[in-house]
Structures are given as C-alpha cells and as structure tokens.
C-alpha cells in the first residue's frame, strides 16, 4: 500500500486559519503522496490520492516510534535511511521507544524494543 498523507501546505493554511479566523487552508488539496520521480503530489480527496499513489507513487517505509505516552511516525521511501535514523535516535534517547519498521504493504520488517541496542528482522 502506498503512503498518502494530508498535504503539509494545507495543514499550515489550516493552522493559520485557525489564529487568524481565515479559510486560506481551502486553496490547497489536502491529500499528497509521493510520486515514482520523488515529486510530492496533491489531490482534493483520499480516494483520489490514494488511487493515484497505487499507480504513479513508490512504496514508503515508516519507523513507528512508541513512547509510553505517545507514538510519532517518520516516513521515507529509504529503508536504509530510517534503519540508521531509529537506531541512532534510540542509542541517544534518554527516553528509550519501541520501535517498529514498516514496510510499504504495512508489514512489520523489524523491530527494536526499549532494552535492545540493534534491529531485530521479523521472524527471527
């Protein structure tokens, strides 16, 4: 499956409205994904968003990070990137996540949990 997410423009507009009771957030499509050239590219809708990145778009890894209080997502088309990213970020942690790699089809391809100090592949 490939990874579509609300636009980061109209997210800006929409918090910008919001300080300033205006509807600039109207002007940009609010769903993107990433296209097969690298290109970011919008549509108004999730459907139409999500139909063209099963078509056009590459397949993006996500590094779930799982803190007791909350969970950040970072997304990126480079597995290696993310891998070197989660370990790095979990050796420097004061505060130590679980960490899961998840492949483009949502599948779990590695994981580090609070205590470890490398990847572990799924199914190992």
């Not at 499509?29 to 990145?53: K, L, S």
């Not at 480079?78 to 996540?97: C, N, S, Y």
Request: hydrophobic fraction near 40%; aromatic fraction near 10%.
């Amino acid at each position: 499956m490939m990874k579509v997410f609300e636009n980061p423009a109209h997210l800006r507009a929409a918090i910008n409205d919001v300080k300033n009771g205006t509807n600039t957030a109207a002007q940009f499509d609010r769903w993107a994904y990433v296209g097969a050239d690298g290109n970011i590219y919008t549509h108004p809708t999730e459907q139409g968003a999500m139909r063209f990145a099963g078509t056009h778009g590459i397949g993006i890894f996500t590094l779930r990070a799982d803190y007791d209080t909350a969970v950040h997502e970072f997304s990126s088309s480079d597995e290696t990137m993310l891998r070197t990213f989660g370990k790095d970020h979990h050796e420097a942690a004061k505060i130590k996540p679980d960490m899961t790699l998840i492949g483009p089809e949502g599948d779990t391809i590695a994981t580090m949990d609070a205590w470890a100090s490398d990847w572990t592949e799924a199914g190992q």
